[in-house]
């Protein structure tokens, strides 16, 4: 990988997207300091510590800091990826856009817009709640125009990372949306490892623990690669055919299809959805609050309590979602029926199984062996930490989803660098013919 990553900063074509993501990327961390005007920072702490510090943590997280911060990227890009999953949704259960999802270029150019509109609709509903909801508290604003600058100020900050993470994805190295992710969480690591040893000199916690989560954290990232990396090859034979004084056909080949081929979507779609709850807490009296954070968050802190409800819940729910958007983004990326047809025109099969429709359901077959143990391995990775954070008392924000998060954004820009460099090596390689 080390190679990979200093082969590709000596192409100047890779390098210069390479300073451009690294560029995109300080402007996320220059914004994550610009406070959203008329909010009283030390009435912003007391919430956190307070009553409800659980579900203020838990939006921090999922915001990667600016949350405790308070700063224009509070919403962080979860709007953007709450509107994703809208939209593919809609996409299946509405004929006009699967249509347009089928048009190419002009098809996912509109599709990218509409979720723009919706994810900056949906920034505008947190803002509302961050300002008349949980940090009503918080405002030293007066007037009309004050609170609007409040609102606005949270909701271009969301479209800012929005136009960051496109940019990325088109300019720069791999995509952008789970680089920004990946940006946010990294950026809390040194945090959460000093609250961690001053949890243990202070003696709240054992050194047991701590040392227990360092061999996790080393255990999962060897996991994930692995998981990550494996696939299963299908061997197909290609029937040799005639054309004019040519022939053409008769080679073996074979059809990739990895353990995980949707990488951290999964996690992060289902990361998204499970702060809709602490989303909605922030419209509701102290009452109902209250009530989902008892029930629909992971409160803190070890012992039972942690465990019921809340954290049951919160476990359950995590290890459904990540399975079913396994599932979901497997069968978008990876259409058996599609793939058959493709492979009967051009005269390929796979030994054994006939062309068509049984060679798709062998394809389908083999997509389901593979993608179930999985999903099933990948959301007890996710939830594996949680319970350990719960039980220890440390608090390693970082442990289980962060770390996948983490590893898996690493691996795809791997795999990008690699393509970049092997698609300029068949560059050269016709120039020099």
């Not at 996912?108 to 947190?126: D, F, H, N, P």
């Not at 990876?334 to 009967?344: G, I, M």
């Not at 049984?358 to 007890?380: C, E, F, H, K, Q």
């Not at 795809?412 to 560059?427: A, D, G, K």
């Amino acid at each position: 990988m080390l190679s990979t990553f200093r082969n590709a900063w000596k192409v100047e074509s890779i390098r210069k997207k390479m300073l451009f993501t690294l560029f995109m990327l300080l402007l996320y961390r220059l914004g994550s300091h610009i406070a959203v005007p008329y909010m009283n920072s030390q009435v912003i702490s007391q919430l956190m510590s307070g009553a409800g510090g659980s579900i203020f943590s838990f939006l921090d997280l999922m915001a990667g800091g600016n949350f405790r911060r308070f700063t224009i990227f509070a919403a962080n890009i979860y709007p953007y990826v709450t509107a994703s999953i809208i939209l593919q949704l809609l996409t299946i259960a509405i004929p006009s856009l699967e249509s347009l999802a089928k048009e190419g270029e002009t098809g996912r150019k509109a599709i990218a817009k509409y979720t723009r509109y919706l994810s900056t609709a949906i920034a505008l509903v947190q803002a509302i709640g961050y300002t008349f909801g949980l940090f009503r508290q918080a405002i030293n604003a007066t007037s009309a125009i004050e609170y609007v600058t409040i609102i606005l100020s949270i909701v271009a900050g969301t479209s800012v990372l929005v136009w960051i993470g496109e940019q990325i994805t088109e300019h720069g190295i791999g995509n952008g949306i789970s680089i920004l992710i990946f940006a946010g969480i990294v950026s809390r690591f040194p945090i959460d490892i000093a609250q961690s040893v001053a949890l243990v000199k202070a003696g709240k916690s054992s050194p047991i623990f701590l040392v227990l989560f360092v061999v996790i954290a080393i255990a999962i990232v060897v996991f994930v690669v692995t998981l990550t990396e494996g696939e299963r090859r299908i061997p197909v034979q290609y029937a040799k055919r005639v054309v004019g004084r040519k022939m053409y056909g008769g080679q073996a080949t074979h059809i990739p299809i990895k353990v995980l081929m949707t990488g951290v979507m999964p996690i992060i779609f289902a990361n998204s959805l499970l702060a809709i709850p602490a989303t909605i807490a922030m419209f509701t009296s102290e009452s109902t609050r209250n009530w989902i954070q008892k029930w629909l968050t992971p409160a803190g802190g070890p012992g039972a309590e942690v465990f019921i409800p809340g954290a049951v819940i919160y476990i359950i729910s995590t290890i459904i979602l990540i399975v079913f958007f396994t599932f979901f983004y497997t069968t978008i990326q990876f259409n058996t029926v599609e793939y058959s047809k493709n492979l009967q025109a051009n005269g390929g099969f796979i030994s054994g199984i006939r062309a068509g429709k049984p060679t798709s359901d062998y394809l389908g077959r083999t997509l389901n062996r593979l993608v179930m143990p999985g999903a099933i391995a990948l959301s007890i990775l996710a939830v594996l930490p949680t319970i350990l954070t719960l039980i220890s008392g440390l608090q390693f924000n970082y442990g289980g989803t962060s770390i996948i998060i983490v590893v898996g954004v690493v691996l795809e820009i791997h795999r990008v660098l690699e393509q970049q460099l092997i698609m300029r090596n068949y560059r050269g390689f016709l120039k020099n013919k």
